[in-house]
C-alpha cells in the first residue's frame, strides 16, 4: 500500500520536509494536446507504467469528454492497485455523475472539480460573478464528495485570480469537504517568486489550511513550469501535478522526471522525498512516445538521447577521469545510460579509448594518424560509428603497411 494514499488529510504543514505526492496527469491533461491522445488501450498500457513507476495518483481522463475515455478510466480504476485514481469533471452534475460512475470500481478514487477563479475567465467564459462561482464550487463539492473517497478541488487560472478571493473559495471548498486544493498556473505566466508569494499567502489565509493538501498544475507557456512547481514545494505545496516528456496543453505541463530529478538531486535543498521509483523514468518516457508516436526530442532534459551524452573532447576526457565532472545524476538512477559518442567535437582520449574498446592497440603514432583521419571524416559525416572507426584502423594498417613494403623493396 502507499502510504501517500492513506487518508487524504495527512497534508504536511510544514515548508521544509515531508512527502510530496506526485499527482500524474499524462492521461489527462498530456492527451489533451493536439497529436497525443490516446485511446483506452493506449492508456492502459500507460496507467500500468505509471503504477509501476510510484506515482502517487493517476488522472487517468475526463469521463464526459468521450465514451472511450470513460470506459478507459473505468477500466484504470478498476485495475490498479497501488494509486489513487483521479478523473476530472466540471462543475456540473453530468460530469461529476459520470466521474463518479467511471471510479465506481476504484481501490481508492478522487474526483478532480475545476472553475475558473481569475476575472478574466469569471466575466469572459463563464459570465458568473464571484459569489455564483463560490456556489457553483460549493454544491459541485457536495455532490462529488458522496460519489468519490476524496474530492480536489481546482481553481482554473488561479494564478491570474485575486489572492484575497481564491483564499475565500479555497475556504468553501475545504468547509464543502475538498481535499486537496489545486492552485494551477492554468496559462504559464507566473514566475517562481510569485507563485512562492501566492502559496504562502494561501497556506496563511485559508480556513482549515492545515486539514488539507495545497497542489501545483504548471503550465510551461514561459519554460517555467518545472521551476514554478518547484518553488511551490518550497512554499509549502505537497502534491505537484506533472506529466511524463512534460507533455500537455500548448507548450506542456511541468515534465514529471524533471520535478522529480531535481527534488532527489537537490535534495538537501527541497529536503521532501517522492515515492517515484527514478529507474522507471526512461523506459516510462519511452513508452509514451511509442504510444503516442511522438519522439521525444534529443535534448529533453532526464529522458532525452542527449542527455547522458558527451560528444565534446574536453568534456569526453573529463568523464573518463571522473564522471563527476560532466553528470550531476548518475544516468542509471533515471533507467538511462552513459554513451561517449565520437563526432566532430570529440579528442583523442576518446578515440583511444574507443580503438580501446574495440580491441586495437593503439602507440602514439597510431592514435595521431587515425585522430587527424577521424576529423577529416567528422566534417563530412555527423555521425560516426565503431564501423567507421574500424574501417580508419584498417586503412592507417594498410597505409603503414604499404610504406614498410615501399621501402624495403
Ligand atoms: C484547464 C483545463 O485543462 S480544463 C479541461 C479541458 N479539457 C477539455 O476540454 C477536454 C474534454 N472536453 C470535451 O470533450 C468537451 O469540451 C466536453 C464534452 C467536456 C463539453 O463539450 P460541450 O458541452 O460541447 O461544451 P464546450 O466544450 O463547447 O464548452 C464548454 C462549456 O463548459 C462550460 N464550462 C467550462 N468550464 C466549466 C467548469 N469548470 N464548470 C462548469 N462549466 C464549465 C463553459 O462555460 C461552456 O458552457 P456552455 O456550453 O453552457 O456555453
Ligand atoms: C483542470 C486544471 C487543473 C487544469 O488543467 C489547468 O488549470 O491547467
Known amino acids: 500500500m502507499n502510504p501517500a494514499n492513506q487518508g487524504s488529510t495527512d497534508a504536511v504543514e510544514s515548508d521544509v520536509g515531508g512527502r510530496v505526492r506526485i499527482f500524474d496527469t499524462t492521461l489527462r491533461d498530456g492527451e489533451q494536446a493536439p497529436g497525443f491522445s490516446m485511446d483506452r488501450r493506449a492508456k492502459m498500457r500507460m496507467a500500468h507504467a505509471l503504477e509501476e513507476l510510484g506515482v502517487d495518483i493517476i488522472e487517468a481522463g475526463f469521463p464526459q469528454a468521450s465514451p472511450d475515455d470513460f470506459a478507459a478510466v473505468a477500466e484504470i480504476a478498476r485495475t490498479l492497485k497501488t494509486p489513487t485514481i483521479a478523473a476530472l469533471a466540471r462543475c456540473q452534475n453530468a460530469d461529476i455523475d459520470s466521474a463518479g460512475k467511471a471510479l465506481q470500481g476504484a481501490r481508492h478514487s478522487r474526483i478532480h472539480l475545476f472553475l475558473s477563479t481569475s476575472p478574466l475567465h469569471r466575466e469572459h467564459k463563464l459570465g458568473k460573478s464571484k459569489q455564483e462561482v463560490i456556489d457553483i464550487a460549493a454544491a459541485a463539492i457536495y455532490r462529488a464528495k458522496a460519489l ?3 474530492v480536489e478541488f481546482s481553481a482554473e ?20 469537504g475538498a ?4 492552485a494551477p498556473d492554468t496559462v504559464g505566466y507566473v514566475t517562481p517568486s510569485e507563485i512562492t508569494e501566492m502559496f504562502q499567502y494561501l497556506r496563511k489565509h485559508v480556513r ?17 513550469a518545472v521551476a514554478n512547481s518547484l518553488a511551490a514545494v518550497g512554499a509549502g505545496a505537497r502534491q505537484v501535478e506533472c506529466t511524463i516528456n512534460g507533455i500537455g496543453e500548448r ?3 511541468a515534465a514529471l522526471e524533471e520535478v522529480v530529478m531535481a527534488l532527489h538531486t537537490r535534495r538537501p535543498l527541497f529536503r521532501v522525498d ?8 526512461y523506459p516510462t518516457s519511452r513508452l509514451l512516445a511509442e504510444v503516442t508516436g511522438q519522439p521525444v526530442p534529443r535534448n529533453k532534459a532526464i529522458v532525452g538521447d542527449n542527455a547522458f551524452a558527451h560528444e565534446s573532447g574536453i568534456h569526453q576526457h573529463g568523464m573518463l577521469k571522473h564522471r563527476g565532472t560532466y553528470e550531476i545524476m548518475r544516468p542509471q538512477d533515471v533507467g538511462a545510460k552513459t554513451s561517449l559518442v565520437l563526432g566532430k567535437h570529440s579528442g583523442r582520449h576518446a578515440l583511444r579509448q574507443r580503438l580501446v574498446e574495440l580491441g586495437h592497440e593503439v602507440d602514439e603514432p597510431t592514435l595521431d594518424a587515425v585522430f587527424e583521419s577521424f576529423k577529416t571524416l567528422t566534417d563530412k559525416q555527423r555521425s560516426i560509428t565503431n564501423d567507421d572507426i574500424t574501417t580508419l584502423m584498417d586503412m592507417h594498417r594498410n597505409t603503414t603497411r604499404t610504406a614498410a613494403v615501399a621501402v624495403e623493396s
Request: charged fraction near 20%; aromatic fraction near 6%; glycine fraction near 8%.
Open 148 to 150: 468519490a473517497h476524496e
Open 157 to 176: 487560472d488561479a494564478l491570474r485570480t485575486e489572492p484575497e478571493y481564491l483564499a475565500e473559495i479555497f475556504s468553501v471548498a475545504v468547509e464543502a
Open 179 to 182: 481535499s486537496v486544493l489545486n
Open 208 to 224: 482549515g489550511a492545515d486539514k488539507v493538501v495545497f497542489s501545483a498544475h504548471c503550465h510551461d507557456d514561459l519554460g517555467m
Open 251 to 253: 507548450a506542456g505541463n
Open 274 to 281: 517522492t515515492g517515484i521509483v527514478t529507474r522507471h523514468l
